[in-house]
């Protein structure tokens, strides 16, 4: 049995991990609450490269004197708006939070996106996922990257009921819907995360 432990709290992350890697045999998934010991990683790095790697590398200190052999699973995701310059990008989760003074919700960071890209003309947008890799698979140290990427553009105001983050304003080029209007299965095959979570299942049954 391998254990993979997914570096984050974010529920709706775990559900989409999960679901996309249950065609990996004898793997057991542990989140962060989970295992409430292991340490809360300050994601300050100014890529989503640098932020997935440092949080993978210090679980992963951790998580090795609890699991004999344990793999750690770390994402970082931006969303990456043309207009702004590349916005809110590594800020995303947390796009509100200086003009609140706390941690925003989903909604008031779509609010905020929102109010930036009024009259704005041009609304093409990505969203990109780089998954970091580091511990112990199938008897080898593993520290690797992946990348997934879907191109879209932002509404002007929410569509759909699904997802989580930004979903109801992103509409998808692939799927000519917001992501929030997708199931699951439909979102995994299109999304960013699917695409970095595919490759990551590629890596790993070829390892």
Not at 42 to 53: M, R, V, Y
Request: negative net charge; charged residues 25%; hydrophobic residues 40%.
């Amino acid at each position: 049995m391998s254990v993979i432990v997914l570096a984050t709290h974010n529920r709706d992350k775990v559900k989409e991990i999960a679901h996309a890697l249950n065609q990996l045999s004898n793997i057991q998934i542990y989140s962060l609450d989970d295992l409430p010991d292991l340490p809360e990683v300050i994601e300050d790095a100014p890529t989503l490269e640098g932020n997935a790697l440092k949080k993978a590398r210090e679980i992963y200190r951790y998580a090795q004197a609890k699991f004999e052999h344990v793999l750690v699973l770390a994402d970082d995701t931006g969303l990456e708006v043309d207009a702004l310059n590349g916005a809110p990008g590594v800020y995303s989760a947390r796009y509100a939070e200086s003009e609140l003074g706390r941690k925003p919700t989903y909604s008031e960071n779509v609010e905020k996106l929102l109010r930036d890209l009024s009259g704005k003309a041009n609304r093409a947008a990505r969203f990109r996922t780089v998954i970091a890799l580091v511990g112990t698979w199938n008897g080898s140290f593993l520290e690797k990257t992946v990348e997934g990427v879907a191109e879209g553009e932002i509404l002007t105001e929410p569509c759909g009921t699904g997802g989580f983050g930004y979903d109801p304003v992103f509409f998808s080029t692939d799927a000519q819907k917001t992501f929030a209007e997708l199931s699951l299965d439909e979102k995994n095959a299109l999304s960013h995360r699917g695409r970095a979570l595919r490759a990551v299942s590629d890596l790993l049954t070829k390892a």
